[in-house]
């Protein structure tokens, strides 16, 4: 009997440390360089981490909110991928430095020349918006990621507050207040356009390893996965010890 119980603890614990240890999956995410402030302008950045061992990403697809139009956006170059700014006419103009705009950029697309985003790696894919509606809180962008072995992961899930992330969240932007004199100290257009322009036109080292950039996803995965090996060798002790002391009472 006791060494019943022995060996389920011994199962137990070692399905503990694999729950545990399992790694959440990394996700295409949004995030500013300084902050995105309402009314303003700010130079994001789309990152998209490769999540297969077996292909890399070769496309990424990120759709702009229809709810909030942006009137100006610009993405950075970025080496080894060819970009592609898709326009729509919108229901209402816009009004921007006194002049109407009756269309705004519904979608950005990347697209690898080369080998893309390998496994291991991920890409970050800067651009510059503007300028940031006064009235919302956050901005939702749907995205796309295409493998190449032609599978397409969809990012389009918008999380709910109070609910559990979904399975494929849609990236979001958070937005901070405007300053209390009225002035966003995010990036203006041009302000972007200039360093895009002092910028080199690939930037390799937004291609970045894991390995590299401590704490990041494949960080994680290799603790995990030692986490994970340990789990099933305590696990497998605990069912064996069990096993071999049932046996010995038997033959006693």
């Not at 956006?73 to 430095?97: A, C, R, T, Y």
């Not at 697309?109 to 503007?130: H, M, N």
């Amino acid at each position: 009997m006791k060494a019943s119980r022995i060996a389920a603890a011994g199962a137990v614990a070692g399905a503990a440390v694999l729950a545990v240890s399992t790694p959440c999956f990394a996700h295409v995410t949004v995030q500013p360089e300084g902050e995105a402030a309402k009314g303003g302008y700010a130079v994001v950045g789309f990152k998209v981490p490769n999540e297969r061992d077996n292909a890399s990403t070769t496309k990424v697809e990120i759709t702009f909110p229809t709810d909030h139009p942006l009137a100006s956006v610009m993405p950075q170059p970025v080496e080894g991928w060819d970009i592609e700014v898709s326009k729509s006419k919108l229901d209402k103009p816009l009004e921007m430095h006194g002049e109407k705009i009756d269309e705004a950029v519904s979608k950005v697309t990347w697209t690898a020349d080369g080998e893309g985003i390998e496994p291991g790696f991920f890409q970050k894919f800067p651009v510059s918006v503007g300028a940031l509606p006064e009235d919302a809180d956050e901005l939702v962008f749907k995205a796309l990621q295409t493998y190449s072995n032609k599978e397409v992961v969809r990012w389009i899930e918008v999380p709910q507050e109070g609910q559990e992330e979904p399975d494929n969240p849609a990236p979001v932007l958070a937005l901070s207040e405007a300053s209390e004199d009225g002035h966003s100290h995010g990036a203006s257009a041009d302000e972007a356009a200039s360093e895009d322009e002092a910028a080199p036109a690939g930037n390799a080292s937004a291609q970045t390893s894991a390995a590299s950039e401590e704490g990041d996803s494949s960080g994680t995965d290799t603790t995990a996965r030692v986490l994970a090996v340990v789990g099933i060798v305590v696990g497998a002790a605990g069912v064996a010890y069990g096993v071999l002391a049932g046996r010995r009472r038997t033959t006693a």
